[in-house]
């Protein structure tokens, strides 16, 4: 076989390949945002959920939200903050901890409470930018922070992602939508805007809607939802 | 806590974990003082994060205000609910903790900042008079001149369950 015809078959496989990507995505991006089918609450099992926080009010935002969360649907729950954010974690636990206290266990008590705690689940992620590092590191770090987040979705692989707008999240939630792509699983990716956006959205916020990356895009001022009527608005957070 | 009732009682500045010694600066400054003890508040708690401008103190014995400061505390929420007046920075965190607590908030926007995205909040909560609005600490002495605490809204409680449902319904779940 000379060397014209290998290189021949080789490009018609990437070509196929990329095709199927294509239509793939095209795909995937028509069925983002349709709701899951509706199931009893016994018979649906719970969602593993990805939970990403971030300093700066984002964390205090979405730990409201968990708050009133029922935490038996969206279990086991797994927080992730980036590696300079000290603070997010520890919350995050302790706002756990709070309600293991006052949730109900009916039967083996101990165990079913021990397993709570053991199946919350808390871990850091790399971040794309620092404030003030310079722009052309950055594209570096950035990748790195990338690479570092597909790894972490790939090991938790939640059923549901939630976030709200800190940097780290936009690569967790294009890691999300690549787990869709290849067909490895289906990730709902939900966002809430913070309550800090009262007339225009965030980057975060901005590239997520515009890519149709969220399933669930939420804004939590009525003005907000006028500019960009694919978002839902119900309520506020805080 | 009979001194948070009106007047007379401790006014608190926050900065969060910000630096803004630009606030602690105006806020600690003998005009600002004036007008504090004037409208009869009896004492000055300054909390000054990331910043490196400490205030001269006072045991206000001279008849003054007391003046006392703090980088960080980890019960910041005891101050705010014992504090008949809270000063803040524009972070949500500080806002939200403030307006919960029911304290009569004045926002001073750090504007040296870039992209201040935080202001946008701060303004609508001010055209919603949940709060009192500074543009930077050189306004904070005739903001607080001027401002009319009476006529301030409580901020309605929050309505996270309303997500949570949407959220319920979206994932399928149905309750039996």
Redesign the interface.
Known sequence: MDTNSVWGSWGLVVASIVTLLVVRAVWVLQITGRALPAQSGVKRRPLRTLIVLGSGGHTAEMMSLVRVMDLKRYAPRHYIAGATDNMSLPRAERVEAELLKSAQFSDQDTKAADEWLQRSQYSKIYRSREVGQSYVTSVFTTLWAFAHSVVQVLRIQPDVILCNGPGTCLPICVAGFLLKLVGWRWVVVVYVESIARVKKLSLTGLLLYKLRLADQFFVQWKDLKTKYPQANYVGRLM | MSEVEGRGGKVLVTVG?TLFDALVREASSQPCRQVLADFGYSSLVIQRGKGSFIPVESDGKDGGLKVTSFDFEPNLSDHIASSALVISHA???SI?ETLRAKRPLVVVVNDLLMDN??C??A??LAARKHLVYASSPATLIETLKNMELPSLVPYPP???????????????????
Do not use: R
């Open positions: 974990t972070g949500s965190g939200f995205h935080q946008e909040l303004e609508e929050s309505n996270p369950l309303a997500v949570v449902s949407a959220l319920n319904q979206y994932l399928g779940f149905v309750d039996t």
